[in-house]
């Protein structure tokens, strides 16, 4: 989807971005549970979800879509279809905020670890959410409260610690439970640029 955006500002072709939008509305339709957070994936073969809410997929689809909505005019006619997604995904998320300030490998399980990435990805569209005023200014303190948390997993060197690991879809606990967490995985540094900028701009317009 980011990628579609950004070549509908290219080509000045909106059809594409109309295809983003109907690839956000067309993910949530399948993935988004009604407490807002989206599973992995989706078992077309056996028409249901594959039951595990995974952080940093939760990240992804919430980075996708706040991209997506970044794009559209208020004016277009599924602006509001694409708010309400990002503002349910964004209310899902905060109660299942750790006392760190993280969120957990598997959101909805408590008995997990704290993973740095989808807590970057969450910090990051929090902050632009509040940029927008696409939600109250008083959720800033939750992505403060993230950016707390995620301190805490930079050291000294720069690199970043308690990061998944490249994940496939899984379908048993126990496969997101053991994934590796190498040191300073890649799939962290993105995210936490994302955030760390997109959380001085929101508070400076504060």
């Not at 109309?18 to 549970?33: E, T």
């Not at 740095?116 to 959720?139: E, P």
């Not at 950016?147 to 050291?155: A, R």
Request: glycine share 8%.
């Amino acid at each position: 989807c980011p990628f579609l955006v950004r070549y509908a500002e290219y080509a000045r072709d909106n059809s594409y971005l109309d295809d983003a939008v109907k690839q956000v509305l067309n993910m949530a339709s399948y993935l988004q549970d009604e407490d807002g957070l989206w599973f992995h994936g989706y078992a077309v073969d056996d028409n249901k979800d594959t039951g595990f809410k995974w952080g940093r997929a939760n990240g992804w689809a919430m980075v996708s879509v706040a991209e997506v909505l970044s794009a559209m005019p208020e004016d277009h006619p599924q602006y509001n279809d694409v708010l309400t997604v990002l503002q349910k995904h964004i209310e899902g998320i905060k109660p299942l905020q750790a006392k760190s300030g993280l969120w957990r490998q598997v959101l909805d399980i408590d008995s997990l670890w704290e993973e740095t990435s989808c807590t970057a990805m969450f910090t990051y569209v929090i902050s632009r959410a509040v940029r927008k005023g696409w939600i109250d200014a008083g959720n800033l303190a939750v992505a403060e409260k993230a950016l707390s948390g995620l301190n805490q997993k930079i050291d000294l060197e720069g690199g970043l610690l308690e990061v998944c690991r490249g994940t496939a879809i899984g379908y048993d606990l126990e496969f997101y439970v053991n994934r590796a967490r190498p040191y300073d995985d890649d799939h962290g540094w993105g995210a936490v640029l994302l955030a760390l900028t997109e959380i001085y701009l929101a508070k400076q317009e504060m």
